[in-house]
């Protein structure tokens, strides 16, 4: 029992020391979270992505993809691509602050744009394979017969963050009901997207 413990401790912790560096999911995810719009289906897509992707690598599928080196390089290309054109929406934004930058929900159609856009940012991200899928599958191949109690930890800490980046998000709506600070903040998005696609390419 204590090993369990032990395995889904180290699981936990690896998962969160992963996920919780600023990049394009997060960032997405707290703009959801402060503009209240879509946060349950966002946050579910993220965290059930991490689990089905964690029990991917943790079933060894990572071993096998390593192989072909030119998938993941393909997915660099498409996903540095998609990430360029949404940094250029959230710098259209900055310049155009009213086009959007509202604390409130869009209009219903809104909902189908962010499942649309969550589930590119998460499945076309090469830095969500080598995470979820290479990193922590080696890591949890450590821990031999505990590697699944290993994995669920880590998808676990998965569920905590996403859940805590979006909801938490919106006791900053009151600080950002400001235009000039939602300015700042698709500003931020739009610095990690762009640099973060820039880098995807480049290393394509």
Known sequence: MNHALTAAAAG???GLSLIVAIGAQNAFVL???VRRDAVLAVVGICALSDALLIALGVGGVGAVVVAWPGALRGVGIVGGA???CYGALAARRVLRPGSGLRAEGEAAGSRRRAVLTCLAMTWLNPHVYLDTVFLLGSLAADRGPLRWTFGLGAALASL???TALGFGARLL???LARPGAWRVLDGLVALTMLGLGATLIAGS
């Open 82 to 84: 998609f990430l360029l």
């Open 12 to 14: 936990f912790g690896t």
């Open 160 to 162: 905590c963050w996403f």
């Open 31 to 33: 703009r959801q979270g």
């Open 173 to 175: 709506g009151r600080h």
